[in-house]
């Protein structure tokens, strides 16, 4: 909302020294947040004056244009009192006429500064101007003639086409609609400065007669009032006063014909819209109903629209003529020439509003209003007050008849402990301010103690007690609300699943693993990317309705893709050497359950509670990583140790262990990795994902380098096997003894599971049983490949004999061979 | 094999006179001191204090001389000898420090090399954000609550008091999901975890739930599609604005610093009523709205454009239609609930001009703020 300054004094008497940075601090303090601070006029300097043209010569250019060549009195205003040579582009003025002269020392809009110069062949010295050289609008349709009882040449101009004035931009809540007016704005200006306020509703106005236009409402809730009045013999050539257009276009709206800017003057005035119709192109009497579906209607702005039984329209005998409180209809509109005019003042129910302006998405400041909800007993003074400018300004006459159908639904009451704003806002706030507040507001109130109240009818958004504590507070001042620290109970802390998250992420950063985040949205074409089959369950996701690209309108179910559109991204743009990290949940959309909507007047019951969890999709946590280039940096020292397929692994494992998780490892085949050199990664059985390589066709439709390794998880499931108390190690302190063995095993037999068979076949006094060497070659045989295993053996309560150490290793790899077929490497 | 000297011969056992000993001493110690390195020193050693030595020798042969000059002689070799040995254990510890000396100078590197072989890891800075504000508000004795981001439209909207047909429900852009009579939305604010908590808690209740929201945003330098907000819920009895006052206070002096506080300002949330703007005092010009532009001058605070406050959030008193959809008894219960911006408290606290630096994962970005924040 913007608001003139000069509009709000017109009802509120500011007192001396409020300025309009003050008043618009206050007003913010009291909840109509300042948006911006104009001061239109400001921006022109310099002499503006009247100027009568005396001779005007037309100069056909080479170019084909034809320039004036005019002489104007200026009066003294040039400090010689000669007439001003002047050239001129326009030619909708003569010789005799008042026009707008900028002299040379004069600054436009824009800075565009004035000075005599040498132009088509003359001393051209100031500028003859037009509304949107001066900042007045957008009508260029020449310059500015003036009517001849404007004043003497030389006269200063300014007040004249009421140049100057400050605005101050409103931000305006949607429970403030009051506020989307000059009145209500100036109310609050009156209750932000203690100045007096006048209501410009406030005003004497016909009583409703039955000589008026026939109006018929079948939907009273829909459409509680509507007054009508006619104005015949208008002039549709008249043109609208300066001051009102100024003040229409400094409050945002296009000033566009007489007629129409009234009503939308009067819209700004008082909050109420109102529809001007063309009366001799109605027939009939005017009907307010709910729209047959299927019904069309063509509105103001040239569309075609189907309707919909929720709509309100207005009918007359040739079908709907209006989509109610939201926008006219296009054969009964005002014209050029239009002479009398029919005046609807209506107030609409703000939730067929919203429903229609929604449908039909349409938005205009009628409907802004409609919405919101208006004051419905004013619609008799905003129609008198339309009447009487149309009346007032374009010649017309208003017709006796006043026609008034329904009434403004009569305000609940609240009621309202009196100790109720202090005890929800902590200040100090006796009865008396509590009344004294809710009655400036415009608030009836009764009763001590417990009070009841009227909301005034501009405040539809009135209407629990919690609403009368806001009003109370915020003229009290929320600055004067103290600062007092809850006492809360004694709390436990983050729960363990939340210290073994950040622990996750300590880890990987520690690791060297950056962290991202990533969008979710994916298309298919980023599981095409990732090459997955067509009956993967990954590609079953949930979709967007309204996604913001309709490339990617799914809610995705792994986070590979995000993750390696980033590493791609830093790739790009140098970081080639990446190792990255995303902990996020994942989408796995559940079938056909309805969330249901349920009530808000009470607790849900434990049935409809379930309903709405089952019909929650499960969103795992899901942790990714990526590494690409080199994992350890080539140097001075040597060179790089390139990031592997056994780094995803590794990294996966790490986690694994902060969390006092085992997991196993079994090869698997899974896209998006390479057959050959993707893990399978298990905790208790249960697989948790896949890490290794990825498939060179994925490098490749990513972007990313070939033999960027991945790893995907979920990690709520893996969260849930952590160890939130790990019992202290108990260890041997005799003396170790170590064992390497070196076992030739077919080169299909797993790493892992050799090891496993070692510490298996070892017995309880294997300490350890570590993999360090892998070799393949001629010696082993082809197939075949040289496992070499560094055991260690300690008791808890001796020293092991050499014998012993010695069986434990014998037995190991007796079971190994029987189970692998290993054969011990001489 | 040391043994029994077959060359010893006590017929021609002569008395070792003083001056024989000393001279034997002083060359033994002229020996020592000559000594450059510790495999001289070794050599001296054998040559002058060694069995075979001339004092070593010597020594051998008191035990064939009678008894006082036994004694006599004994006394002389045995304070040479001594003498020897000393000088001998000196001159060992100055060449070994010597050595070591020098081995020190030749193993001299060139300690400015760089020992960049692994990259930095680092956590998001939303996460280290969250974190950090989860910790002020656990201290305090709060707990952290969670909810999920792909959200029944009832517990987004309806139980906060946004019904169907709310002019508010436009505020919040909002991403549906398919099909539309599912109902189930992306959530638009942490709020849903509010309406949660209290169906799933009983008061009093203190909860902050940091988390992702989504809004149908254009993304650009100052909007995104996804964001993260920070929610706080208390429900208790005997709660006041000014507990909500307090506790925001708290929260802006942990975050910013020292001093700076918050201002409320009237505004509206259709879950609660009274509703408040929170403004931060601005941290960088403390509220004067410009800064020190060097000598005398000053500019206007490019942080709040010279407002000197920041709008920071949205806050209230926990509207009791809310209360009464989440099953607390609004007679017994006030609440009060705050909602702050991560990424913007980010962007301000740390200067970030551009709200796409958070999602980018440019690797560059999060590791400038490393592993706290
Ligand atoms: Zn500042």
């Known amino acids: ?826 | 094999m040391s043994g029994p000297n077959s060359s010893y011969d006590p017929v021609q056992v002569t008395p070792l006179g003083e001056e024989q000993v000393f001279a034997m001493r002083d060359e033994a110690l002229a020996a020592i001191a000559g000594a450059a390195d510790v495999d001289a020193l070794k050599q001296v050693r054998t040559d002058h204090a060694g069995d075979r030595s001339p004092l070593g020798l010597a020594n051998r042969e008191i035990g064939a001389l009678p008894p006082q000059a036994k004694k006599d002689a004994g006394m002389r070799v045995g304070q040479a000898r001594g003498a020897v040995n000393q000088a001998l254990a000196a001159r060992q510890e100055i060449l070994e420090a010597e050595a070591e000396e020098q081995m020190l100078v030749t193993e001299t590197v060139d300690v400015t090399l760089p020992w960049d072989r692994t990259p930095a890891g680092a956590r998001h800075p939303i996460t280290l954000m969250s974190e950090r504000i989860a910790d002020i508000f656990v201290a305090m004795g709060w707990e952290v609550a969670e909810g999920p981001l792909v959200e029944a439209e009832w517990l987004n909207f309806d139980a906060l008091n946004l019904g169907a047909d709310h002019p508010a429900r436009t505020m919040q852009d909002t991403f549906w999901t398919e099909p539309a009579e599912n109902h189930v939305v992306l959530r638009t604010h942490t709020s849903p975890v509010q309406a949660r908590t209290m169906l799933t808690r009983t008061p009093p209740i203190y909860v902050v739930c940091p988390g992702r929201v989504f809004r149908t945003d254009e993304y650009d330098a100052t909007h995104s599609p996804m964001f993260h907000q920070v929610e706080g819920l208390v429900i208790d009895e005997g709660i006041t604005m000014a507990h909500l006052k307090g506790s925001l206070d708290h929260f802006a002096q942990a975050v910013f610093g020292e001093g700076i506080t918050t201002r409320f300002r009237p505004s509206y949330f259709p879950f609660t009523e009274p509703s408040a703007e929170v403004d931060l005092i601005c941290f960088v010009c403390r509220g004067s709205g410009v800064v020190d532009a060097g000598g005398s001058a000053s500019v206007q605070c490019r942080t709040c454009r010279g407002e000197g406050w920041i709008e920071w959030g949205g806050c209230g008193v926990v509207n009791p239609r809310v209360l009464v959809a989440c099953g607390v008894d609004p007679e017994r219960y006030t609440g009060f609930a705050f909602g702050m911006g991560i990424d913007r408290t980010l962007m301000f606290r740390h200067g970030v001009g551009d709200l796409r630096s958070f999602f980018e994962g440019d690797v560059r970005f999060a590791r400038a703020f490393g592993t706290e924040i």
């Open chain 1, 1 to 826: 909302m913007r608001a003139p300054l000069s509009w709000i004094r017109e009802y509120v008497d500011l007192p001396a020294g409020v300025t309009v940075e003050d008043l618009a601090a206050r007003l913010t303090a009291l909840g109509l947040k300042l948006e911006a601070l104009e001061h239109p006029g400001s921006d022109l300097t310099g002499p503006l004056v009247i100027g009568r043209v005396l001779t005007m010569e037309p100069e056909p250019q080479t170019n084909g244009k034809t320039i004036n060549w005019c002489t104007v009195d200026v009066g003294d205003a040039n400090g010689t009192g000669e007439p001003q040579g002047i050239v001129c582009g326009a030619h909708n003025f003569a010789a005799g006429d008042l026009v707008v002269v900028v002299l040379p020392g004069g600054v436009l809009p824009g800075g565009f500064e004035i000075s005599a110069r040498k132009t088509y062949g003359h001393l051209s010295a100031g500028m003859i101007c037009s509304a949107m050289e001066l900042g007045l609008g957008d009508d260029h349709s020449g310059i500015i003639v003036l009517p001849a009882d404007a004043g003497e040449p030389g006269d200063g101009v300014r007040g004249l086409l009421h140049l100057d004035d400050d605005v101050i931009e409103f931000e305006i809540n949607p429970d403030r609609a009051y506020a989307l007016s000059l009145r209500g704005v100036a109310r609050e200006a009156a209750l932000a400065t203690g100045g007096v306020y006048t209501d410009p509703a406030q005003r004497d106005v016909p009583a409703p007669n039955a000589e008026g236009y026939p109006v018929v409402i079948d939907d009273l809730e829909g459409c509680p009032v509507f007054v009508a009045r006619t104005v015949s013999g208008f002039d549709p050539t008249a043109v609208t006063p300066r001051w009102m257009a100024r003040r229409i276009q400094l409050a945002g709206m296009r000033p566009i014909s007489l007629a129409v800017d009234v009503t939308n003057y009067v819209m700004l005035e008082l909050g109420h819209p109102i529809h001007g119709y063309d009366a001799d192109r109605l027939s009939g009497p005017i009907r307010v109903r709910r729209a047959v579906d299927g019904e069309h209607l063509t509105t103001l702005d040239g569309t075609d629209r189907v309707l919909a039984s929720g709509d309100l329209v207005v009918t007359d005998d040739s079908g709907p003529i209006g989509l109610g409180g939201v926008m006219g209809g296009e054969t009964t509109e005002m014209s050029a020439t239009t002479t009398r005019v029919l005046v609807e003042v209506a107030s609409w129910d703000p939730v067929a509003m919203f429903r229609t302006g929604k449908r039909h998405k349409l938005t205009s400041e009628a409907g802004k209003r409609n919405e919101r909800g208006v004051d419905p007993t004013i619609p008799e003074a905003a129609a008198d007050r339309v009447v009487e400018l149309l009346v007032e300004h374009g010649g017309g006459t208003a017709d006796p008849g006043v026609t008034k159908v329904g009434t403004a639904p009569a305000r609940p009451t609240v009621g309202i402990a009196a100790g109720l704003p202090a005890r929800v806002t902590g200040m100090t706030i006796d009865e008396a301010t509590v009344v004294a507040n809710l009655t400036a507001v415009g608030c009836a109130v009764s009763g001590s103690g417990s009070l009841t109240v009227v909301p005034p009818p501009w405040r539809p958004d009135i209407n629990d007690p919690f609403d009368l504590v806001e009003e109370v507070a915020r003229i009290v001042g929320y600055e004067r609300v103290p600062s007092v620290l809850p006492p809360a109970p004694a709390g436990r802390g983050l729960t363990q699943e939340q210290l073994f998250r950040r622990r996750v992420g300590r880890t990987l950063a520690g690791a060297g693993y950056v962290e991202v985040l990533t969008f979710p949205f994916v298309g298919t074409e980023a599981f095409d990317a990732l090459a997955l089959p067509g009956d993967d369950p990954r590609r079953t996701a949930l979709r967007l309705a309204n996604p913001l690209s309709s490339e990617a309108p799914l809610m995705t179910t792994t986070l590979l893709p995000g993750m390696l559109d980033t590493v791609a991204r830093n790739v790009g743009r140098g970081s080639t050497d990446l190792a990255l990290f995303e902990a996020a949940p994942v989408t796995l959309p559940s079938v056909g359950a309805v969330a249901p909507i349920l009530p808000v007047d009470r607790r849900p019951t434990a049935d409809e509670w379930a309903a709405l969890e089952r019909a929650v999709p499960d969103q795992p946590l899901h942790l990714s990583l990526a590494l690409t280039g080199e994992r350890e940096l080539a140097g001075w020292w040597g060179p790089g140790r390139k990031a592997t397929w056994a780094d995803a692994i590794d990294a996966v494992r790490t986690i694994a262990a902060a969390l006092s998780v085992e997991v196993e490892v079994r090869a698997a085949q899974h896209a998006p990795w390479h057959p050959g050199r993707c893990a399978e990664l298990f905790v208790a059985g249960t697989s948790l994902g896949h890490a290794g390589e990825l498939h060179p066709r994925v490098c490749k439709a990513y972007g990313v380098p070939a033999r960027t390794a991945v790893a995907e998880i979920n990690l709520s499931l893996l969260l849930e096997h952590a160890v939130a108390i790990v019992p202290g190690p108990d260890f041997s302190t005799y003396p170790v003894a170590k064992e390497d063995v070196a076992l030739i095993v077919r080169d299909d037999v797993p790493a892992e599971l050799v090891a496993a068979t070692l510490r298996a076949g070892a017995g309880p006094l294997c300490e350890s049983v570590r993999l360090f060497d892998v070799y393949t070659g001629e010696q082993v045989g082809a197939g075949h490949r040289s496992l070499a295993f560094a055991l260690r053996f300690r008791a808890p309560d001796r020293t092991l004999t050499e014998t012993e150490a010695t069986q434990a290793r014998t037995a190991a790899v007796a079971l190994a061979a029987e189970r692998h077929g290993a054969v011990q490497r001489a």
